[in-house]
């Protein structure tokens, strides 16, 4: 264990305390996700829709759904755009097997 100038340890105690204290309050996030829920619902139930529609539309649709949204986004677009593109893309990917 490496000495201090005075002769101390350098893990000696007291050494520094951990914060305990809780890094996020949830009481906040829990009443804008209560006040949004409604539209949080509709939401998911806009994507399940527009899953099913691509889904009954084929790969061809599927490939011109996302190459469509590849400039809507940008090259670094990032965000649910861009995740449901990646999707839509992994979809028309051909399967083996």
């Known amino acids: 264990m490496p000495e201090q100038a005075d002769g101390s340890g350098a893990w000696d105690l007291p050494l520094p305390r951990v914060d305990r ?7 906040p996030w829990r009443a804008a996700e209560a006040a949004l829920v409604s539209n949080l619902a509709r939401a998911a139930q806009a994507v399940g829709r527009l899953d ?46």
Do not use: F, M, N
């Open 52 to 97: 099913e529609a691509v889904h009954r539309t084929g790969t061809g649709a599927i490939q011109r759904l996302a190459y469509d949204a590849v400039p809507a986004d940008g090259v670094a677009g990032g965000g649910p755009r861009a995740l449901l593109r990646a999707e839509l893309v992994s979809r028309a990917a051909p399967q083996a097997g």
């Open 21 to 27: 204290r809780d890094l996020l309050d949830p009481k």
